[in-house]
């Protein structure tokens, strides 16, 4: 096993590996050892793609039907740039550039480049929910930041959230109490894990008063 088993924007669709191929990453007998150095693949794929990759042949289908889409808080870029490449319209946008000449540090723990895979309107979440009018892809919202609620306020149609549900390392309470109030979950769908994370690909869809 190693990092070029992840999938990349360079894999071809049609040896896209499906979600039981992805059974090694979330092995724990894996993460010590010299022959077996899961920890280290998981650490270079946080740092290359960011926490939601990588993501399984069905879960790119699911994502896909859902299309046009409105993806905020986008990163590298890296799902943006697949699901195009799978025939998605996506709209790839981000608050913050990678790096902070001003402070001289990281704005990300991983030092990603925001956009290095796919073109990223910097504009903030709440406000490019409100000028896109589509459905809304959020991939692990900041943990204990409020720009996931302040966007999904805006939301009107659907939203497919990957991420931890609430208690877990994403968002925060306001944003998951507004899901389970004023959404609707119409699907539920695993994703590769790797240990000890608990993300899935939620559909949302807001409820009609």
């Known amino acids: 096993?190693?990092?070029?088993?992840?999938?990349?924007?360079?894999?071809?669709?049609?040896a896209w590996p499906k979600l039981s191929e992805f059974d090694w990453i979330k092995d724990s007998s894996m993460i010590y050892g010299?022959?077996?150095?899961?920890?280290?693949?998981?650490?270079?794929s946080k740092k290359v793609y960011g926490f939601v990759w990588p993501l399984a042949l069905e879960n790119l289908q699911l994502?896909?039907?859902?299309?046009?889409?409105?993806?905020?808080?986008s990163g590298t870029?890296?799902?943006?740039?697949?699901?195009?490449?799978f025939g998605a319209d996506v709209v790839a946008t981000d608050?913050?550039?990678?790096?902070?000449?001003?402070?001289?540090?990281?704005?990300?723990?991983?030092?990603?480049?925001v956009g290095s895979y796919f073109r990223v309107k910097q504009i903030e979440a709440h406000k490019a929910v409100q000028k896109y009018h589509r459905n809304v892809l959020m991939c692990w919202p900041c943990y204990n930041k409020d720009w996931a609620f302040k966007a999904a306020q805006h939301i009107t149609?659907?939203?497919?959230?990957?991420?931890?549900?609430?208690?877990?390392?994403c968002a925060d309470e306001d944003f998951f109490?507004?899901?389970?109030?004023?959404?609707?979950?119409i699907e539920e769908q695993d994703k590769p894990q790797w240990y000890g994370l608990h993300d899935y690909i939620s559909v949302y869809k807001r409820k009609v008063t």
Do not use: Q
């Not at 096993?1 to 049609?14: A, G, H, N, R, Y």
């Open 177 to 185: 109490n507004l899901l389970y109030t004023e959404f609707e979950l």
């Open 157 to 169: 149609g659907h939203l497919i959230y990957i991420g931890e549900n609430n208690g877990g390392c």
């Open 63 to 73: 994502i896909l039907k859902y299309s046009p889409l409105l993806e905020v808080g």
């Open 34 to 44: 010299v022959e077996h150095n899961r920890w280290k693949v998981e650490e270079e």
């Open 77 to 85: 870029g890296i799902v943006a740039k697949v699901l195009t490449k």
């Open 1 to 14: 096993m190693d990092f070029k088993d992840i999938p990349s924007v360079e894999t071809p669709l049609d």
């Open 95 to 113: 608050v913050y550039p990678s790096f902070s000449w001003k402070t001289m540090k990281w704005n990300n723990k991983y030092p990603f480049d």
